[in-house]
């Protein structure tokens, strides 16, 4: 399988989206995701109203998977409770690891179904998890 074989409509579209890249002012929580095997690097920003992701945006470089794989993610969150957010970093992990996945469940994820066959792509994995585990890793102690 080569690379751009899943460089689908839907992944290209999203890594030149530039809606969900921007600074935010005055983030509840950020951090810092870092994946040296293809130098991407995002920050992370999200604004909490109680337990609900009120709004997110990351800034950063990297590889058009890592990009498009944060902005999906962006998309899916935002306006989910903290729990619901990370229900989804499971689910998105678990299908990228190849893990058996209810239908249902990866309907959930939306656009972000296009990156299942970065699984087939050992090399690539860490580009379109990277935002999933920082957003893991910001949320840990919520
Ligand atoms: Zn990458």
Redesign the pocket.
């Known amino acids: 399988m080569d690379l751009k074989d899943i460089y689908t409509e839907v992944i290209m579209e999203h890594s030149k989206n530039k809606k969900n890249k921007k600074p935010m002012e005055n983030p509840t929580l950020s951090e810092l995701g870092h994946?040296p095997s293809?130098g991407?690097e995002i920050t992370l920003n999200i604004k909490l109203n109680g337990d609900i992701i009120e709004d997110a945006s990351f800034e950063g470089i990297?590889?058009a998977?890592?990009q498009a794989s944060t902005s999906m993610m962006i998309d899916l969150i935002k306006g989910k409770t903290i729990d619901e957010a990370k229900d989804l970093v499971a689910t998105f992990l678990g299908m990228i690891k190849g893990d058996t996945i209810d239908e249902k469940d990866l309907d959930k994820l939306d656009d972000a179904i296009a990156l299942q066959n970065v699984s087939k792509l050992p090399a690539?994995v860490k580009?379109a998890v990277l935002a999933w585990h920082t957003l893991d890793e910001l949320l840990k102690d919520k």
């Open positions: 994946n293809c991407d990297g590889c998977i890592s690539r580009c």
